[in-house]
């Protein structure tokens, strides 16, 4: 009977366990297995903060059943619609707040994929050691299988922000050097991180997350580019707790640094000499694009002719579609001030409280008829962009 929870740790134990341990031990399988095909994987974890458990011969045998947990959960996420469905419909609704996600309601059978991760990734960063490594590597085994789950605003802010509170746990050794501190707060995400004493233990963690932080974004990063750097321009530009005047922050140093190595293409990198300044791939692009964003809503926040904005783009569409497959003529607009246009309207359509159709409209069909490369090039970081901050969009434009 306690077949499937063998494993090469586990196998010699089990030749020895006693009948209620046995029961103990296929209960715990049959509950959480079934859990994580129900679309909860996160409950195992809570034997991991059991010291009951950790501290007795049954270890291994939870461990493997934590091992069989994960994979039953990525098996039924990858295969089963209810996840995709749960987290468009935890996430559908357009949100003033960059931090806002599905709730994490605790002991609930079906949470939606984004907000498993999400709870996952706090216990990350959990003060027990087992909690923390296990829930990173239920995080690991999601990302490398279903790296689309990190792809959402809740997410990458929750991430990225937890970061920076670990790191702000290991500044607290010189800043509360007599009066201990356990307790660090983001009140743009309502999670407090509970740390012990041990500023090694603090250390480590920091490392460990970090990197697994890094690891997960450029695994989201490989499978849909244009989605993360657009996700990441939001983190940067939404107001955090920390003066950052005066204080780093960790988590936008990472979103920079992610930001800045995303590939868009397998091409070969030009071999330009060693005169050349060595920097990543994306690094020009990704800061002209995140002060592009900020510059225009800044732009839209003091008023923009909108009426002028739609005719200037409807007669752009008639000229192209009057002429096809022809530039535009000399001595009218030029393709730099369309795609200039065309940003404007993208900003205005995620800022506006209603969907205005004509403009979406005409965001889609001047491009096309045009057909320019450096225009389809810009438009499709328009189309992401409004796709990534206004879901409600996606339908209309596609």
């Given at each position: 009977?306690?077949?499937?929870?063998?494993?090469?740790?586990?196998?010699?134990?089990?030749?020895?366990?006693?009948?209620?341990?046995?029961?103990?031990?296929?209960?715990?399988?049959?509950?959480?297995?079934?859990?994580?095909?129900?679309?909860?994987?996160?409950?195992?974890?809570?034997?991991?903060?059991?010291?009951?458990?950790?501290?007795?011969?049954?270890?291994?045998?939870?461990?493997?059943?934590?091992?069989?947990?994960?994979?039953?959960?990525?098996?039924?996420?990858?295969?089963?619609?209810?996840?995709?469905?749960?987290?468009?419909?935890?996430?559908?609704?357009?949100?003033?707040?960059?931090?806002?996600?599905?709730?994490?309601?605790?002991?609930?059978?079906?949470?939606?994929?984004?907000?498993?991760?999400?709870?996952?990734?706090?216990?990350?960063?959990?003060?027990?050691?087992?909690?923390?490594?296990?829930a990173q590597r239920f995080v690991d085994k999601i990302m490398r299988t279903f790296p689309q789950a990190l792809l959402d605003k809740s997410v990458i802010?929750?991430?990225?922000?937890?970061?920076?509170?670990?790191?702000?746990?290991?500044?607290?050794?010189?800043?509360?050097?007599?009066?201990?501190?356990?307790?660090?707060?983001?009140?743009?995400?309502?999670?407090?991180?509970?740390?012990?004493?041990?500023?090694?233990?603090?250390?480590?963690?920091?490392?460990?997350?970090?990197?697994?932080?890094?690891?997960?974004?450029?695994?989201?990063?490989?499978?849909?580019?244009?989605?993360?750097?657009?996700?990441?321009?939001?983190?940067?530009?939404?107001?955090?707790?920390?003066?950052?005047?005066?204080?780093?922050?960790?988590?936008?140093?990472?979103?920079?640094?992610?930001?800045?190595?995303?590939?868009?293409?397998?091409?070969?990198?030009?071999?330009?000499?060693?005169?050349?300044?060595?920097?990543?791939?994306?690094?020009?692009?990704?800061?002209?694009?995140?002060?592009?964003?900020?510059?225009?809503?800044?732009?839209?926040?003091?008023?923009?002719?909108?009426?002028?904005?739609?005719?200037?783009?409807?007669?752009?569409?008639?000229?192209?579609?009057?002429?096809?497959?022809?530039?535009?003529?000399?001595?009218?607009?030029?393709?730099?001030?369309?795609?200039?246009?065309?940003?404007?309207?993208?900003?205005?359509?995620?800022?506006?409280?209603?969907?205005?159709?004509?403009?979406?409209?005409?965001?889609?069909?001047?491009?096309?008829?045009?057909?320019?490369?450096?225009?389809?090039?810009?438009?499709?970081?328009?189309?992401?962009?409004?796709?990534?901050?206004?879901?409600?969009?996606?339908?209309?434009?596609?």
């Open positions: 009977a306690l077949a499937p929870i063998v494993s090469s740790q586990s196998q010699a134990l089990l030749r020895n366990v006693s009948f209620p341990q046995a029961a103990f031990l296929l209960s715990v399988y049959n509950v959480e297995i079934a859990r994580a095909a129900s679309g909860n994987c996160s409950t195992i974890l809570r034997y991991f903060s059991n010291s009951a458990v950790t501290s007795s011969s049954l270890l291994p045998a939870i461990e493997s059943i934590a091992d069989l947990a994960i994979s039953a959960y990525v098996r039924e996420t990858t295969s089963k619609r209810w996840s995709i469905e749960a987290s468009l419909a935890g996430n559908s609704a357009p949100s003033d707040d960059a931090f806002a996600g599905p709730q994490l309601a605790a002991g609930s059978a079906t949470l939606p994929t984004m907000a498993q991760v999400r709870e996952l990734m706090v216990a990350s960063c959990h003060h027990l050691v087992l909690v923390s490594k296990w802010c929750t991430l990225l922000e937890l970061v920076q509170l670990v790191w702000k746990s290991c500044k607290a050794e010189q800043d509360d050097q007599f009066v201990p501190v356990y307790w660090f707060t983001s009140q743009s995400l309502g999670i407090t991180l509970q740390l012990p004493d041990s500023i090694a233990y603090r250390k480590t963690l920091c490392e460990r997350f970090a990197a697994c932080a890094k690891r997960w974004l450029e695994l989201a990063g490989k499978a849909a580019p244009m989605e993360l750097e657009t996700l990441l321009q939001v983190y940067l530009s939404t107001p955090c707790d920390d003066d950052l005047n005066y204080e780093p922050h960790i988590g936008h140093a990472l979103a920079l640094e992610v930001g800045n190595g995303i590939k868009y293409s397998m091409a070969p990198s030009v071999d330009s000499g060693a005169a050349v300044v060595a920097l990543p791939p994306n690094s020009a692009p990704f800061a002209y694009r995140l002060g592009l964003r900020d510059y225009l809503r800044g732009f839209i926040g003091q008023g923009t002719d909108l009426q002028a904005l739609k005719k200037f783009l409807s007669d752009i569409y008639q000229l192209a579609k009057e002429n096809p497959g022809m530039p535009l003529p000399e001595g009218g607009s030029s393709m730099r001030e369309v795609i200039d246009k065309m940003h404007h309207a993208t900003h205005h359509l995620v800022a506006a409280p209603r969907v205005d159709r004509e403009l979406a409209r005409l965001l889609v069909w001047v491009p096309l008829t045009l057909f320019d490369e450096g225009l389809m090039r810009a438009t499709s970081h328009m189309w992401t962009t409004l796709m990534v901050e206004r879901a409600d969009i996606e339908v209309l434009i596609m």
